[in-house]
């Protein structure tokens, strides 16, 4: 089974730091590390590689010092790690990321699978799945909590659609993009620490590094980074200055303080 | 013909109409007078076509598109997406809208891409500036950063967050129009081979965004069991029970109950937070609650940042003196 992971490398939300007055992000306040939801895409990657055999390969498009994430990818069990990386990529909006992501699918020739985590932490789209899946002319499903059978040429999932959980067939090749928590086959699916060893290992093998000229065959170059992104932002600014200033009570005080403010919202 | 307009992609796979939906027509029907056009609403039914086109029209439709469709109620994604690029093609809308709940979410994307157009996620806001451009503004880093983002191509594709836009009144004597069209099975291929909804898999026990008094409990939670005793505090309060992820992740609770940025963001006048020490997850799912009472040991807890009241003490003897207080409260009511 030919299995395609996507792997966006993100900033550590818990750790980046963001510059308050310009309202974007200090890209060198932390590493980059794996999405935490692609993180189940590798895994489930790694339990059907277990039941059919077969490859996974990751596809990544970032900045060269992605390269630790991907390193960390190949110890959790990737095969080969191709990073596209290219200026010509740089400031692309959710279309053009797909579309370039699409082309790299293209270029490695035939698949069975696709695996992503249903949104990233840094963007928080969750665009880039059903996006490539389109440009590929495969179905898809989203916001997946369980795999629960999975044959050769077709798998049965549940996905969220909002209201309440569908169960859909999807014939492959397909694309899934992957939610938490997740069952796979009866059970539960939570990222593993890879072993020393591995982690070793990883440190030494090779990276793969793509840029647009690799593409060139299968892209229309004019569609990639800027030049393909429809979307621009205009302007950004630091959300989570709160503007609160809380009233701060101990103990039995707490409990009155709580009471009279809540006959006063009308909760009581 | 030129790009005119708004378009709203009605969701419709429930028992009706989604609450989400009429929030856009509103919202629609307040962008076209800004830039012209009409409001069109694209809809998939079965049946009782009329029925459905007059409350699209009462609450802002003024041409209301209907596919026809066997299954509504399982909706087949593919057959959705080809429907709404036939109808953007024909009708050209400047701005089309959907609602980003994970369903919308996840189909946006797919006719963006079909169409090449730009698609903006989960968005709090669309507005027309001065110059007539459509903004659209954006939570993005797990909720760090507000952006503001415009489309430089046709058609504006945006997700609106639900509950962002009030659901406007609905006006029975509107009159609109109803467009019935067929989707052939050449301009959807191999649709229903490729994806097919075998059924309803679970319902979701509880919608937490729809609570107008919230009260979520995390970390500090030392059992299973111990659950009960804001289960109760909850109820006598008339709120809804939620968690932070950490609760779910030991598998004590469901992820319909999560507030969080990989759960369900939340926006109710109360939000009570017990135990939660307020990591940034957690803050991009709650900060936009009208009034926040969070209870904590830890006095630097970075969600007293957020909070209108901060206690400084234990979860669970403030939950039993609150609870005792409410009851003694309204046992005197009575």
């Known amino acids: 089974m030919n299995i395609v992971v996507l792997i966006k490398p993100t900033p550590d939300i818990t750790k980046v730091k963001f510059d308050i007055e310009k309202g974007t992000v200090n890209r060198a306040s932390t590493n980059l590390e794996i999405n935490p939801f692609d993180l189940y895409a590798i895994e489930v990657a790694k339990r059907i590689k277990k039941l059919f055999g077969g490859t996974i390969v990751s596809i990544s498009m970032a900045p060269p010092q992605a390269e630790v994430a991907l390193r960390d990818a190949l110890a959790r069990g990737v095969d080969r790690a191709i990073l596209l990386s290219d200026r010509r990529f740089a400031g692309a909006d959710t279309l053009a990321t797909s579309y370039t992501l699409a082309s790299a699918i293209r270029k490695l020739g035939s698949f069975d699978i696709i695996l992503c985590g249903e949104k990233s932490v840094d963007g928080d ?11 590929l002319r495969v179905p898809h499903a989203s916001f997946v909590t369980q795999v629960s059978r999975f044959d050769k040429d077709r798998i049965v ?9 569908y169960e859909i067939e999807l014939r492959l090749p397909a694309l899934v993009a992957l939610s938490r928590p997740l069952m796979f086959l009866g059970e539960t699916v939570e990222p593993s620490i890879p072993k020393v060893g591995d982690v070793l290992r990883a440190r030494r093998a090779k990276i793969e590094v793509w840029s647009a000229d690799d593409l060139k065959d299968v892209a229309d170059l004019n569609r990639l980074g800027i030049l393909g ?17 809380a009233k701060v009570v101990r103990g039995i005080e707490g409990v009155s303080t709580v009471l009279q403010a809540l006959k006063e919202l009308g909760v009581l | 013909m030129s790009w005119s307009g708004v378009a709203v992609y009605v969701e419709n796979y429930g028992r009706g109409p989604s609450k989400a939906s009429f929030e856009l027509l509103g919202k629609a029907r307040e962008i076209a007078a800004k830039i012209g056009g009409f409001v069109h609403a ?25 596919y026809r469709v066997e299954d509504r109620e399982l909706p087949n994604l593919l057959i959705h997406k080809c429907s709404l690029v036939d109808a953007i093609k024909q009708l050209m809308p400047k701005l089309v809208l959907f609602p980003a709940t994970p369903w919308g979410r996840s189909l946006a994307p797919r006719v963006a891409a079909s169409i090449g157009a730009g698609l903006t996620a989960d968005c709090l806001d669309v507005y027309v500036d001065d110059s007539g451009d459509i903004v659209q503004v954006r939570p993005a880093f797990t909720g760090n950063i507000i952006a503001h983002i415009k489309t430089i191509t046709h058609p504006v594709m945006t997700t609106v967050r639900p509950g962002v836009f009030p659901v406007p009144k ?3 004597s509107r009159k609109g129009r109803v467009i019935e069209k067929v989707l052939n099975s050449n301009m959807c291929p191999s649709a229903k081979e490729g994806y097919r909804v075998l059924g309803l898999s679970r319902e979701k026990k509880v919608r937490i965004q729809e609570a107008r008094v919230i009260v979520s409990i995390g970390r500090g939670v030392k059992s299973r069991e111990d659950i009960k005793l804001f289960e109760e505090l909850a109820k006598e309060l008339g709120a809804q029970l939620a968690c932070s992820k950490p609760l779910v992740d030991a598998g004590w609770m469901e992820k319909d109950f999560q507030v969080g940025f990989s759960g369900n963001i939340v926006k109710p006048k109360v939000y009570i937070a017990l135990g939660i020490s307020g990591a ?20 630097s807890a970075p969600i007293a940042r957020y909070s209108n009241i901060f206690v400084v003490g234990d979860m669970y003897e403030f939950a039993k003196k609150l609870l005792d207080a409410v009851r003694t409260l309204k046992g005197v009511g009575n």
């Open chain 1, 125 to 135: 789209t969750a665009h880039v799945g059903p996006e490539v899946a389109e440009l």
């Open chain 1, 157 to 165: 999932v549940e996905s969220d659609y909002g209201d309440a959980y």
């Open chain 1, 229 to 245: 992104s429809p979307t621009r932002v205009v302007k950004s600014y630091y959300a989570l200055e709160s503007g609160r200033e």
């Open chain 2, 42 to 66: 694209i809809v998939l039914l079965d049946k009782e076509v009329e029925k459905c086109a007059d409350v699209l029209v009462a609450y802002g439709a003024d041409e209301v598109i209907v």
């Open chain 2, 170 to 172: 609905p006006d029975f």
């Open chain 2, 280 to 299: 940034p997850q957690h803050i991009a799912g709650m900060k936009d609650s009208d009034f926040v009472i969070s209870v904590n040991t830890d006095p």
